[in-house]
């Protein structure tokens, strides 16, 4: 049986740990004593994910050990000069970089006809291109590691593609992909490389997602409150789950039996697959 990656007295970077998966990702590290450099727009919610980190008597961060050093970085994903800074300032905090964990993304409801280039581009600039930017800037840094992880985010929506999605599924596909084949150029390296398939898991993602201009306040509504009755996972199961496939060295984790079970029927029905979801799906109201 292959030995677990050790964590303890690593250090991990996560980007979009303010709150959902991020947060949980964070919590799950921090209990196997891996060292955080949190990053997100949100000050707030992050300074919130280092309190919960950082008070091991609470409830839901058990056994957290004292000695975890945790830093909140202002970071937006989509500012490319904002990225190429952001190592300088997380190796000011930290002797190093053992894991980076890709996890901020944002979600857009509509059909591509109904997207505008703009909002597109928008999604393209954090889940995408975000990701790209962050392991080009971390790279260096990842490769002075004995063992180095990099961990990306994609979805379920990276691997089937539901109407309504064609912005985030080619976002996630992209995140895929490009996961994949960066995997195969650095073997020989110390760095792996994982790739992520959450299902529905019960974060803020479809509340905060943006929806086309031209839909009135109660259709967004009626579209975010469906979206949301999918997303079921709490987030620090999740985010358990998917560190325990980092300690494995995983190339792929899907999270969620939806997940599993989704793929599952992507590869016997990879073109017939949504129209058999759709029969059992309940009817938005």
Not at 47 to 72: I, K
Not at 203 to 213: D, H, L, Q, V, W
């Amino acid at each position: 049986m292959t030995e677990k990656m050790r964590l303890a007295g690593r250090t991990a970077v996560v980007t979009g740990a303010a709150s959902g998966i991020g947060r949980g990702i964070a919590l799950a590290l921090a209990k196997r004593a891996c060292n955080l450099a949190l990053a997100d727009v949100n000050d707030a919610g992050l300074a919130e994910t280092a309190g919960l980190v950082m008070q091991p008597t609470a409830a839901s961060t058990p056994n957290v050990p004292a000695n975890v050093r945790v830093t909140q970085h202002h970071l937006d994903v989509s500012n490319r000069a904002a990225i190429a800074a952001f190592p300088a300032q997380v190796l000011a905090a930290h002797p190093g970089v053992d894991i980076l964990v890709n996890n901020a993304g944002v979600a857009l409801g509509g059909t591509f006809e109904q997207v505008s280039e703009e909002d597109f581009d928008w999604l393209l600039s954090i889940n995408l291109f975000g990701v790209i930017r962050m392991t080009r800037a971390f790279l260096p840094v990842l490769h002075k590691s004995d063992e180095a992880r990099l961990v990306n985010i994609s979805s379920i929506f990276g691997v089937i593609t539901p109407p309504g999605q064609t912005a985030y599924c080619a976002s996630k596909f992209a995140v895929r992909g490009f996961s994949n084949s960066l995997r195969y150029e650095l073997r020989g390296s110390t760095i792996g490389v994982s790739v992520v398939h959450p299902g529905g898991i019960n974060t803020n993602i479809a509340k905060s997602s943006r929806a086309p201009g031209h839909l009135s306040a109660d259709e967004v509504a009626r579209a975010k409150a469906y979206a949301q009755k999918a997303l079921k996972m709490p987030p620090d199961k999740a985010g358990e789950m998917i560190v325990q496939g980092i300690e494995k060295r995983e190339a792929r984790i899907f999270v969620g039996s939806d997940a599993k079970a989704l793929a599952f029927l992507e590869r016997i029905a990879p073109v017939k697959h949504w129209s058999m979801v759709e029969r059992v799906l309940p009817k938005p109201q």
